[in-house]
């Protein structure tokens, strides 16, 4: 058996069908790791979410902030935004089927023996992977409950920017929501910029990538971070967003042995 993560999908289909075909993907004995968006601005997000939903067992995916965007729409929690690409998915005789699975996605993946992690925009370098997963699971616990329409109404906003474990309700999960699932930079406190969304090189003073900081011993894997296109230097992380949405790659990799395939956005 061959685990493979894959990096942010965003709707495109049709080169994530050429990925599975390079590496031979079978899912009777093959395991996916999905790294989180797998919805919006490609041209088919319907389609991803009904062939990542009817693989069972044979896919894990987490939860990227455009995943979440549209289980607040979806809950009517969140208006359209102009670079949405939704309306298939809200229209589709199957969605209630498909945002029920969605809802029930992890905000954070543990292997079983804790050695490898897999969250949409990462690990901030304060929590251990194992606390990553218990703070997830307070937030995944109110998404799938009868509190997941309050959760999703709160989870939109930058404050606060800082992780304090006295944080309480909506400000706690949109804390570990934002960590999760947005995060890019932050400074020697952890606290999260949210302005810069580019390359190494687009870092406000006083910030850093979360990833330089970080010295964690469990092997990570991120997506969210197209401008990086997959390049960092840590031997314990590794970024999978390599930009298809964006005409770039799609990207796998093999947790077997950190192998890396891609293929083009365009066939």
Not at 128 to 157: F, H, K, P
Not at 164 to 176: A, F
Not at 179 to 194: A, G, Q, S, W
Request: aromatic share 8%.
């Amino acid at each position: 058996m061959t685990t493979y993560a894959i990096g942010d999908i965003q709707g495109c289909y049709e080169p994530l069908q050429r990925l599975l075909e390079l590496i031979h993907f079978d899912p009777q004995h093959d395991q996916l790791w999905l790294a989180g968006d797998l919805v919006n601005r490609g041209p088919q997000s319907l389609e991803v979410l009904r062939w990542a939903s009817s693989l069972g067992d044979s896919v894990v995916a987490v939860l990227g902030n455009h995943d979440l965007h549209l289980l607040a729409r979806y809950y009517g929690s969140s208006r359209k935004s102009k670079s949405d690409t939704l309306d298939s998915v809200l229209n589709a005789p199957d969605c209630d089927e498909l945002m029920h699975w969605l809802r029930y996605c992890p905000l954070v993946h543990l292997s079983d023996d804790q050695q490898w992690c897999m969250s949409h925009a990462g690990i901030p370098p304060i929590w251990s992977a194992t606390q990553a997963r218990a703070l997830a699971a307070e937030v995944e616990q109110i998404l799938q409950g009868d509190q997941s329409q309050d959760l999703l109404r709160e989870l939109y906003g930058n404050a606060p920017d800082i992780w304090d474990e006295q944080l309480t309700g909506p400000e706690r999960w949109r804390t570990i929501v934002n960590y999760l699932t947005r995060m890019r930079f932050i400074d020697t406190h952890c606290r999260l910029d949210f302005s810069a969304k580019e390359g190494l090189d687009s870092a406000p003073k006083g910030f850093m990538p979360w990833f330089e900081a970080s010295n964690t011993q469990t092997r990570l894997i991120f997506g969210h971070w197209a401008a990086l296109n997959g390049n960092i230097h840590h031997n314990h992380i590794e970024a999978l967003d390599t930009g298809c949405v964006w005409g770039g790659q799609l990207t796998a990799m093999s947790l077997n042995n950190k192998q890396r395939y891609a293929v083009p956005a365009s066939a």
